[in-house]
């Protein structure tokens, strides 16, 4: 326990702790002074979600096996035509089959 809680990670999570409050109370700030929002912040702020995802499901595609890979490109279909909890499902069933009867 002693090693989690040394000096230097208590400082670390502070210090990302405090980083995380400026960067949120510097967005609001900055966004509640401005009378409108400038066309190309509002494209950037639209680019924000897109951003996020790419960079949840780019590691997990490219870092994981076989079923992953099966199991998220079974989603990407999906959801070209289908909701997102009938996506969640199908991705989830091309995982479990793959990984029962392909044995990944």
Do not use: C
Not at 75 to 99: C, E, F, H
């Amino acid at each position: 326990m002693s090693e989690v809680l040394n000096p230097e990670m208590l400082l670390l999570i502070f210090a990302a702790a405090v980083a995380t409050f400026l960067t949120r109370v510097g967005g609001y700030v900055l966004i509640t002074r401005m009378k409108t929002i400038p066309p190309r912040m509002e494209q950037a702020l639209n680019a924000v979600p897109a951003a996020v995802l790419t960079t949840l499901v780019a590691p997990a595609f490219f870092n994981g096996g076989w079923d992953v890979k099966i199991a998220m490109s079974v989603a990407l279909l999906v959801s070209l035509r289908y909701p997102g909890l009938i996506m969640l499902a199908a991705g989830w069933a091309a995982a479990m089959a793959s990984r029962h009867l392909l044995g990944f």
